[in-house]
């Protein structure tokens, strides 16, 4: 079956930096692009950013343009999120999603990132 | 940035009853390939979001047939006939049709 598995949040200092993993299983993991949504504590959903299934095309939300960069590794059938420049406002859980043709089908059990001094 | 905009932000409902989400968008949501890339999920208590409803209507593999969507444009329904405890939640609208992506603030479902 389809798994999205995150990991690598944790606790960083404001100006920190931190890299979040998706390992992926049960489908073509080349074939498809991939999100990265955020829920900050209590509060709704927030789309951060999309990369396409061969990593040609990357959109990002204007909230981290700049500082957050997606990137995949198809060999290893894996996501990635170099998140650098951390705000308290870049704490919530993060959560990778498979995107079927516009239709976010997949998501992942997220990984919690704390930006605290 | 399209504004998704849900009525109600919560829903108190009886075991059994129905219960319905509206979800309207700021402009409209059919993409240029014709299709409306307008979704539905669910979060349960302590849950990631899960896929219910995709293109307004469809029902996602596993998700029960009290749940359906409807709708066209900007204005969108979720309903389910019979609310059962497992419903329990908070129900997001999402839209795929136009870069930035947003979602709904999400509507609590409850049992009263």
């Known amino acids: 079956q389809v798994q999205l598995v995150e990991s690598g949040g944790g606790v960083v200092q404001p100006g920190g930096s931190l890299r979040l993993s998706c390992a992926a299983s049960?489908?073509?993991?080349?074939?498809?692009?991939i999100h990265w949504v955020r829920q900050a504590p209590g509060t709704g959903l927030e789309w951060v950013a999309f990369?396409?299934?061969?990593?040609?095309?990357?959109h990002y939300a204007d909230s981290v343009k700049g500082r957050f960069t997606i990137s995949r590794d198809n060999s290893k059938n894996t996501l990635y999120l170099q998140m650098n420049s951390l705000r308290a406002e870049d704490t919530a859980i993060y959560y990778c999603?498979?995107?079927?043709?516009?239709?976010?089908?997949?998501w992942g059990q997220g990984t919690l990132v704390t930006v605290s001094s | 940035d399209i504004v998704m905009t849900q009525t109600p932000l919560s829903s108190p409902v009886t075991l059994g009853q129905p219960a319905s989400i509206s979800c309207r968008s700021s402009?409209?949501?059919?993409?240029?390939?014709?299709?409306?890339?307008l979704s539905w999920l669910q979060q349960r208590p302590g849950q990631p979001p899960r896929l219910l409803i995709y293109?307004?209507?469809n029902r996602f593999s596993g998700v029960p047939d009290r749940f359906s969507g409807s709708g066209a444009g900007t204005d969108f329904t979720l309903k389910i006939s019979r609310v059962e405890a497992e419903d329990v939640g908070v129900y997001y609208c999402?839209?795929?049709?136009?870069?930035?992506?947003?979602f709904g603030q999400g509507t609590k479902v409850e049992i009263k």
């Open positions: 990369i396409r299934y061969d990593g040609s095309y990357k």
């Open positions: 402009q409209s949501l059919v993409h240029s390939d014709g299709n409306t890339y």
């Open positions: 049960g489908f073509t993991f080349s074939g498809y692009g």
């Open positions: 999402m839209q795929a049709s136009q870069f930035p992506w947003t």
């Open positions: 293109k307004i209507s």
């Open positions: 999603v498979k995107d079927h043709g516009g239709n976010w089908d997949y």
